[in-house]
């Protein structure tokens, strides 16, 4: 298992301005993934993490607007830049360490930032 | 693309009725299937998975659910529910050659009146 630390918890910013979230896990992980969880909503993948590589986007996620950094095997950031009301969600970390040989395991996750734009 | 359907949005039970969420999913290859729960005020955590074999599956807290490769379905039971299993219940998947990425349902609330 992973235990998985987020901060801010929660924030409130004016739009126009950025924000960045920080992922902390207590071990080291293969792969970490950031998702948004709008209000009522399910959970969307912006992108995928790796260690040593560029993220990889989903569809309708640009890295100039989600500049994703993975340093190392136990932490990543999520900024959310140029912020507008409709970017109010809560943000999640995710992590999974899938075997050498390629098999799957679960995902863990974080508590969430709740983010407020105004 | 993978897309994971999930049935039924809300749904209201009364203590000890049996409760069965339905979730589909669209693709053809090897899965991998979850089901993970988030009571309110806490993060999402794993209530079942299935990988291989026994297509019936066995959770946490007596959840289970059944892998029917012919529906692509991975329906999750409870035959008696309980007060404390209030929270949103998100069917997901995963296929390997997609890179691990886990793909999640809607989501369903279910809220068990006491």
């Known amino acids: 298992s992973a235990v998985i630390s987020q901060k801010p918890s929660r924030d409130i910013c004016q739009r126009g301005t950025s924000l960045t979230i920080q992922c902390q896990v207590d071990?080291?992980?293969?792969?970490m993934f950031w998702y948004r969880q709008q209000p009522g909503q399910s959970l969307t993948l912006i992108a995928t993490?790796?260690?040593?590589?560029?993220?990889?986007?989903e569809s309708g996620f640009v890295i100039d607007k989600f500049p994703i950094s993975r340093p190392n095997l136990t932490f990543s950031t999520l900024t959310v830049s140029n912020m507008s009301p409709e970017d109010s969600s809560i943000y999640l970390c995710?992590?999974?360490?899938?075997?050498?040989?390629?098999?799957?395991?679960?995902?863990?996750f974080g508590q969430g930032t709740r983010l407020t734009v105004v | 693309a993978q897309s994971v359907s999930q049935h039924n949005h809300h749904v209201i039970l009364s203590e000890a009725a049996s409760l069965e969420l339905g979730c589909n999913y669209s693709y053809g290859g090897t899965v991998n299937l979850f089901w993970y729960v988030q009571y309110p005020g806490q993060h999402l955590q794993l209530l079942l998975k299935?990988?291989?074999?026994?297509?019936l599956v066995k959770g946490i807290k007596g959840f289970e659910a059944e892998f029917i490769k012919s529906k692509f379905s991975f329906n999750l039971r409870k035959p008696s529910v309980q007060w404390s299993d209030t929270a949103e219940y998100f069917c997901a998947v995963n296929a390997p050659t997609g890179g691990f990425k886990t793909i999640f349902g809607a989501g369903t609330r279910l809220f068990v009146k006491a």
């Open positions: 071990s080291q992980v293969t792969m």
């Open positions: 299935y990988f291989s074999g026994d297509p």
């Open positions: 995710s992590v999974k360490s899938p075997t050498n040989y390629g098999v799957d395991t679960e995902a863990f």
């Open positions: 993490a790796n260690q040593g590589s560029e993220a990889t986007y």
